[in-house]
């Protein structure tokens, strides 16, 4: 399991979140990416993510501020194993962001949500495109001999998403759950006399949806 942190600031245009440029002798040398890692033995995810904050940007996160954001099912081009990313939404933190591993890390800045720089690390990128748009997963099989940095020109290799309702959407499809759900002894759905569903007939509907990660 990765673990990848969307640290999260308002800037003048909208949202822009912090970036690295990877360097040296590691994965994906030369490609921006969102500061992540792995998880120590004996670490949950939350600490994981807030060590490898402190780590390579030297911010200090508590974890009541740490919020899951995405869940992206990646598989890389070299290799057949997949593994799970999860992006965690981070906007509060003290400390300045800057270079704790130079010998890692050669850039670091902000970037507008929606003007990411390249090259990047394609399976960021998913990740971040599925924040972007508010899904709370994604699959990115990538194919072999495919790029490790995201190139627009090249096949989209990106799957998002959705979950389940929530809020005002939650209701509504709990209603339309119970409205056609065939009545006792009938195999017709439930129906208010004028034809709508029996949103009232006090029966209670069904299970609500689990709320998405």
Do not use: K, N
């Amino acid at each position: 399991m990765d673990v990848h942190l969307v640290l999260r600031r308002e800037g003048g245009g909208g949202p822009e979140v912090l970036l690295s440029r990877r360097a040296g002798p590691v994965y994906a040398s030369g490609l921006w990416h969102l500061p992540s890692g792995h998880l120590d033995p004996g670490e949950d995810m939350v600490q994981a993510v807030i060590r490898e904050a402190r780590e390579e940007t030297g911010v200090r996160i508590e974890t009541a501020d740490v919020t899951a954001a995405v869940t992206v099912h990646h598989r890389p081009p070299v290799g057949t194993r997949s593994r799970l990313g999860v992006f965690f939404d981070v906007r509060r933190w003290s400390g300045q962001p800057r270079i704790m591993e130079p010998d890692r890390c050669d850039g670091m800045d902000w970037y507008p949500l929606d003007a990411l720089p390249a090259p990047m690390v394609a399976y960021c990128r998913a990740g971040l495109d599925a924040y972007r748009a508010g899904l709370p997963a994604a699959v990115h099989f990538q194919h072999p001999y495919d790029a490790v940095e995201h190139r627009p020109e090249d096949a989209d290799r990106t799957l998002l998403l959705a979950g389940p309702p929530v809020g005002e959407a939650q209701l509504l499809h709990r209603l339309r759950e119970f409205a056609e759900r065939p009545s006792a002894g009938s195999g017709s759905p439930r129906s208010c006399p004028g034809g709508g569903p029996a949103a009232g007939s006090g029966s209670s509907p069904g299970p609500a949806a689990e709320p998405g990660t």
